[in-house]
C-alpha cells in the first residue's frame, strides 16, 4: 500500500507538468515593416499576416497618417495585401482576391472636457475641445517582429509639443490564446490584438477646473450600411485576473452579433490612473451611443475602404471617456490608460487558470484521496483480522 504522502506527491507532480506544459501555436505569424515603400526611414505601418488551417487573418498597424489604425482583413490561404505608397504614407490598399470579410478601428480625435457635474463621463452639455490625430506625428519606441509575438509601440507628442504630453500605443498579437500581463489581464488569442493607450501629463485648457479626457473611435465593418454596432455587457463570476471588475463589455459588428466571423472589441469598464497598474489606481471607462459618421478622407482607412460599395460598409463612431466621481479629475495623477482587444470570430470566454484548477484539485484531490485511504486501510484491517476460536476445556 503506498503511503499517503507519496500519493500526494504523485497528484501535485503531476498537477505541476500539467501547468508548465507549452503553449501551442493556433496561427503562424509573420510580420513586414512599410511593405513595398522603398523610400520609407520614418513612419510606421506593420503588416502582420496570421496564417491558419482554413484561412489568413491580415493585419495592419498603422500610424503614418497620424490617425492610429488597426485593420483586419480576412481571406483564403493564397491571398495577399499589396500597397503603393504616396511619399510615407499608403495611398491605396487592395487584397489580390475578394476578402471574406474586413473590420477596422481607428482613434481619431481626442477631447477634453471640462466634467462640471463631476459625472466621470462626457456628455452633450459638457464643454469641450478636440484635438484631431490627424496630423500627429508617431515615433516608434519598440518593436519585436518574430514567429512567436509581434510587439510595437509608438508615442506622439500632445498638441504637437512635447512639453505638453504625450500620448502612447502598444500593441501586441501571440499566435495562441493568452492573458495580458498587466491589468486587466485580456485574453488575447490568434484572432485578436491587444492594445493598450495610455494619456500621459496631459496639459489642461485653462479655465477647465474639471478637465477629464475622452478618446474617440471609428469602427468600420463590410456588414450592411442601415444596421448598427451591437453593444453587450456580460456579468462574469470570475474575478481571478480583473479583482473587483466582474464586467465585460463586447462591441460587435452585425456580422459577429449574429453569431457569424464578424468583428469584436472587447474590454472591462476599466482604466488606470497610474503607471503602476492596481485595485487602488482604477477607474471607470465609460461608453458612449454609437453614431453613424464617414471613413476620414486622409486616412489609411480610406486607402482600403474607398474601392468597397458604400451600402455594405457600415461606419460609426464612439466615445470612450474615463474617471469617475470624486477623484480629483484628470489632474489628480496626470495619467490614464486603457486596454482593449480587436478581434475576429467570437470573443474569447473566461476561464479559471491551470493555477486556479489546480488549487481546486489539490483541495477537492485531497480529502477524497484521505477518505479512500481510510476505508481501504479499514478494508485491509478487516480482512487480516483472524477468526474466532473455540474455547476448549482441558480434559
Keep these: 500500500m503506498i503511503p499517503v504522502e507519496i500519493k500526494m506527491q504523485i497528484l501535485t507532480m503531476l498537477i505541476l507538468l500539467f501547468i508548465s506544459l507549452a503553449h501551442g501555436q493556433d496561427r503562424k505569424i509573420s510580420s513586414q515593416r512599410n511593405p513595398n515603400c522603398g523610400n520609407c526611414t520614418s513612419g510606421t505601418l506593420l503588416y502582420v499576416r496570421a496564417d491558419g488551417s482554413h484561412d489568413t487573418v491580415h493585419q495592419l498597424w498603422d500610424f503614418t497618417h497620424g490617425i492610429p489604425t488597426i485593420i483586419f482583413i480576412i481571406s483564403g490561404l493564397n491571398a495577399t495585401v499589396n500597397m503603393t505608397w504616396d511619399d510615407k504614407s499608403p495611398r491605396k490598399i487592395w487584397i489580390t482576391e475578394q476578402p471574406k470579410y474586413s473590420f477596422a478601428i481607428a482613434i481619431d480625435k481626442v477631447y477634453e472636457y471640462n466634467d462640471l457635474q463631476d459625472n466621470g463621463y462626457i456628455d452633450a452639455l459638457s464643454p469641450r475641445r478636440e484635438f484631431s490625430l490627424d496630423k500627429a506625428i508617431w515615433s516608434q519606441e519598440d518593436i519585436l517582429q518574430t514567429d512567436e509575438e509581434v510587439w510595437l509601440q509608438m508615442r506622439t507628442n500632445y498638441r504637437q509639443d512635447p512639453k505638453q504630453g504625450s500620448m502612447q500605443i502598444k500593441l501586441d498579437l501571440l499566435p495562441f490564446k493568452d492573458y495580458a500581463v498587466e491589468l486587466p489581464h485580456l485574453i488575447h488569442t490568434a484572432n485578436s490584438t491587444l492594445v493598450d493607450v495610455s494619456l500621459v501629463n496631459f496639459t489642461q485648457t485653462r479655465g477647465y477646473n474639471a478637465s477629464r479626457f475622452a478618446l474617440r473611435l471609428i469602427m468600420v465593418?463590410?456588414?450592411?450600411?442601415?444596421?448598427?454596432?451591437?453593444y453587450t455587457m456580460r456579468k462574469s463570476l470570475d474575478d481571478e485576473h480583473t479583482p473587483g471588475i466582474f464586467e465585460i463589455i463586447e462591441i460587435r459588428t452585425p456580422e459577429c452579433a449574429r453569431g457569424g466571423d464578424g468583428g469584436f472589441l472587447q474590454f472591462r469598464p476599466v482604466g488606470y490612473t497610474q503607471p503602476q497598474?492596481?485595485?487602488?489606481?482604477?477607474?471607470?471607462?465609460h461608453v458612449s451611443t454609437f453614431n453613424k459618421t464617414q471613413v476620414p478622407h486622409d486616412s489609411t482607412l480610406n486607402a482600403l475602404y474607398r474601392s468597397f460599395d458604400k451600402d455594405k460598409l457600415l461606419v460609426q463612431n464612439m466615445f470612450i471617456s474615463f474617471g469617475e466621481s470624486g477623484d480629483g479629475y484628470y489632474k489628480q495623477h496626470n495619467f490614464t490608460s486603457w486596454s482593449f482587444t480587436i478581434g475576429y470570430g467570437e470573443p474569447p470566454k473566461e476561464s479559471f487558470s491551470t493555477f486556479v484548477i489546480a488549487i481546486i484539485s489539490i483541495g477537492l484531490g485531497v480529502p477524497v484521496l484521505l477518505a479512500l485511504s481510510g476505508v481501504v486501510y479499514l478494508l485491509v484491517r478487516r480482512y487480516r483480522r483472524p477468526g474466532p476460536t473455540r474455547l476448549v476445556e482441558e480434559q
Excluded: E
Design 221 to 230: 465593418g463590410t456588414d450592411d450600411g442601415a444596421l448598427s454596432m451591437n
Design 277 to 285: 497598474r492596481g485595485v487602488a489606481s482604477s477607474t471607470m471607462a
